[in-house]
């Protein structure tokens, strides 16, 4: 109820919440993608942590988080726990209704919590072929391309170039690999990173009904790509390379 929600939200509230440092996601020719860093920071130099933002709770359904930590914490198991709560109900989350339960979710999160708290969601629906952000007052707004987090701004540098429409979800995520290995190395004090993990990249085809995570190849294939480029980059490049 709201006085249990208000109750654990205060309590969270006292922490220093670490922050929830990209995800980025594009409406591309073939499909929907979605793709998330794994790094989160506290703000004060402590020993970051790594967990997944990018998740499928929903089928047909991509759904990823931004914000602060344990907003974002308690959002997704919520969320998640609704998911298997109303699975056989006539409540139920489906495609059709995500997005509408999801702002009303968020709407009632920001009433009950401190405003320095916050939780942005991205949502990918393969029936609609369409990607939509929810941000911190339950307000969703359909989006071609977004990138959300501390990164937001260098990583909008890279991919708002590309001619999403005519780009395939191959050629995206080959794109924001390289954005955030290149933050990771050069603009550390953005947060973004995976530490010895690898991106969280989801695929959501226009041809096929469920979404599928990037391919070992692929990501052998993206980490051979960017690590030379990396490499040669630096905080005072502006140099947008040639996929």
Same mark, same amino acid.
């Given at each position: =109820?709201?006085?249990?929600? #208000? @109750?654990? @939200?205060? #309590?969270?509230?006292?922490?220093?919440?670490? +922050?929830?440092?990209?995800?980025?996601?594009?409406?591309?020719?073939?499909?929907?993608?979605?793709?998330?860093?794994?790094?989160?920071?506290?703000?004060?130099?402590?020993?970051?942590?790594? $967990?997944?933002?990018? *998740?499928?709770?929903?089928?047909?359904?991509?759904?990823?988080?931004?914000?602060?930590?344990?907003?974002?914490?308690?959002?997704?198991?919520?969320?998640?726990?609704?998911?298997?709560?109303? $699975?056989?109900?006539?409540?139920? #989350?489906?495609?059709? =209704?995500?997005?509408? &339960? !999801?702002?009303? @979710?968020?709407e009632l999160l920001h009433t009950l919590s !401190?405003?320095?708290?916050?939780?942005?969601?991205?949502?990918?629906?393969?029936?609609?072929?369409?990607?939509?952000? +929810?941000? =911190?007052?339950?307000?969703?707004?359909?989006?071609?391309?977004?990138?959300?987090?501390?990164?937001? =701004?260098?990583?909008? &540098?890279?991919?708002?170039? !590309?001619?999403?429409?005519?780009?395939?979800?191959?050629? *995206?995520?080959? $794109?924001?690999?390289?954005?955030?290995?290149?933050?990771?190395?050069? *603009?550390? %004090?953005?947060?973004?990173?995976?530490?010895?993990? %690898?991106?969280?990249? &989801?695929y959501l085809p226009y041809d096929k009904t469920?979404? $599928?995570?990037?391919?070992?190849?692929?990501?052998?294939? *993206?980490?051979?790509?960017?690590?030379?480029?990396?490499?040669?980059?630096?905080?005072?490049d502006e140099i947008i390379p040639t996929l």
């Amino acid at each position: =109820n709201r006085r249990v929600m #208000y @109750l654990e @939200l205060k #309590y969270e509230a006292l922490r220093e919440p670490p +922050i929830l440092t990209l995800i980025v996601g594009a409406c591309c020719k073939d499909g929907i993608v979605i793709i998330g860093d794994k790094k989160l920071t506290n703000g004060r130099g402590g020993k970051p942590e790594y $967990r997944e933002k990018v *998740f499928g709770e929903v089928a047909h359904v991509i759904t990823a988080y931004s914000g602060t930590e344990f907003m974002f914490e308690f959002l997704q198991k919520r969320f998640a726990g609704e998911v298997a709560i109303y $699975r056989d109900k006539s409540e139920k #989350y489906t495609p059709e =209704n995500v997005v509408p &339960k !999801l702002s009303k @979710l968020m709407e009632l999160l920001h009433t009950l919590s !401190l405003p320095d708290y916050s939780c942005d969601i991205l949502v990918g629906l393969h029936h609609k072929k369409k990607l939509f952000w +929810i941000n =911190n007052v339950g307000k969703a707004a359909e989006v071609e391309y977004i990138a959300l987090g501390s990164g937001k =701004n260098r990583a909008d &540098k890279f991919c708002k170039t !590309l001619v999403f429409h005519e780009t395939n979800m191959k050629e *995206f995520a080959k $794109r924001v690999y390289l954005v955030i290995k290149y933050l990771e190395v050069n *603009f550390s %004090e953005l947060g973004v990173g995976v530490g010895t993990e %690898e991106p969280t990249i &989801k695929y959501l085809p226009y041809d096929k009904t469920d979404d $599928r995570d990037a391919s070992i190849d692929d990501l052998k294939e *993206f980490k051979n790509y960017a690590i030379p480029i990396v490499e040669k980059l630096s905080r005072e490049d502006e140099i947008i390379p040639t996929l």
